[in-house]
Structures are given as C-alpha cells and as structure tokens.
C-alpha cells in the first residue's frame, strides 16, 4: 500500500539552528500538508499545499516557518530559526481527492 | 467553545465488547468527517470518512454523523486487543480543506 515517507525520524537541534524536515508524499497526490502536535496536545494544522503554492497557512505558520516542493516528489519544511516551543512531532500527509495519509513523523527536539 | 470536542478519555472497555467514541462540534460548515486511529509515536491512519449526515459501516467499524446535533460518533464491534489506540476524530468544510482533529480518546482494549 503507498505509503507517505518523512526523514528523519527524530531530529535534535540546538535553538536558533534551521531544520529542514523531508517528507516524501504519495506520488500521484496533489494536496500536502503539514501537521504538527505537542506532547499530548492535538494534532494542528500548519499549512497546505496544492499547484506549487500555498493554499492555506495556520497562525502557527509565521515568517520562520517555510515550505517547498523542490522536485516532483519531495515536500519539505523548513524552520529557519528554532525556538524551545518548535518541539513536536511534524507530520507531512498528502491527499488526492479526501481523507489524508499521514507519514510516521518526525519528531523535532529543540534544546 | 471548542471547535471540536473529544472526551480524551482513557477508556477501558473488555475484549468483544462494542465501543462507542463520540465528538462534538461547533461549526456547522464542516461537511466532511473521519474518524483516525492513532498509535503510540506513529501518523493518524484513516479508519473512516463520512460526507454529509448519515452512517457508514466498515466491518467491524460503523461511523455516524448526526449534522442537526452537531455529533459524531464510531463504534468497534467485537473489540479486540489491537484496537487498543487513540482515536480521533477529524472534520472539515471542504474535502481537500485543512482538517481540525479533536484531542484524541485512549481506548484499551482489555484480554
């Protein structure tokens, strides 16, 4: 069954680093997404992606939060300047037409 | 009020009995509903979407989706060990839309 991929699985960084989290989608899928949640809180949107742009952006998504489809199967996220409170586990997900598939995630440490 | 509402549980119920989970919502433009299993450090996984009002059944898993009420519900039949998982559900307004996830309910399934 396909399958979305993110790497790596847990990423420790030192505050103010940049991070750059991988995920690669399903491949013929046209909607990505980026979810985030904190240790026992919920899963929250951060923002969508359809036709190579932006369609959607949480409040959570601000100036250091950016994302990027460099080929035709990579989708990343980049956080340009950490802070403690990045710390969580980032999902990519991707869809065709509805209901989302979510990758394992990457769990961000931020120390 | 809460967009979405879940009892986060834990819940604790006996091999093959029936589990009922349930959410409540707020915003009466959500159209699309899905209900996610979810286990320790893994992605949600799709177990159920619903458009609209109504029920729909998938082996041993039933969804409901009661617009008038604002309430949506799953049940496990025949509940077994490895259904023990959160559980959450998920609605949006549009199918390729952002989804707003409830907290999550703990079941245990009990041998």
């Known amino acids: 069954e396909p399958e979305v991929t993110q790497t790596p699985s847990h990423q420790v960084t030192q505050m103010g680093q940049e991070v750059i989290l991988r995920c690669v989608p399903i491949?013929?899928?046209?909607?990505f997404y980026w979810y985030r949640q904190i240790l026992g809180q919920k899963v929250e949107f951060l923002v969508s992606f359809y036709n190579n742009e932006i369609s959607e952006k949480s409040e959570i998504f601000d100036d250091q939060f950016s994302v990027e489809r460099p080929d035709g199967s990579n989708f990343t996220l980049k956080i340009r300047s950490t802070k403690l409170e990045d710390s969580a586990m980032y999902f990519c997900a991707s869809s065709l037409n509805y209901g989302y598939t979510f990758g394992s995630g990457t769990r961000l440490t931020v120390v | 009020q809460k967009e979405v509402e879940q009892d986060p549980g834990p819940l604790s119920v006996p091999e093959g009995a029936i589990v009922s989970l349930n959410c409540t919502y707020s915003n009466s433009a959500f159209q699309y509903f899905m209900w996610y299993r979810q286990y320790s450090r893994k992605g949600p996984e799709l177990l159920m979407y619903t458009y609209s009002s109504g029920n729909k059944e998938d082996g041993r898993f039933t969804a409901q989706v009661d617009k008038s009420s604002k309430y949506i519900s799953l049940f496990i039949r025949d509940s077994q060990p490895s259904d023990s998982a959160t559980y959450l559900c998920?609605?949006?307004?549009?199918?390729?839309?952002?989804?707003?996830f409830g907290k999550g309910t703990r079941l245990h399934i009990l041998p």
């Open positions: 998920a609605m949006s307004d549009r199918g390729d839309d952002k989804i707003i």
């Open positions: 491949s013929n899928h046209l909607y």
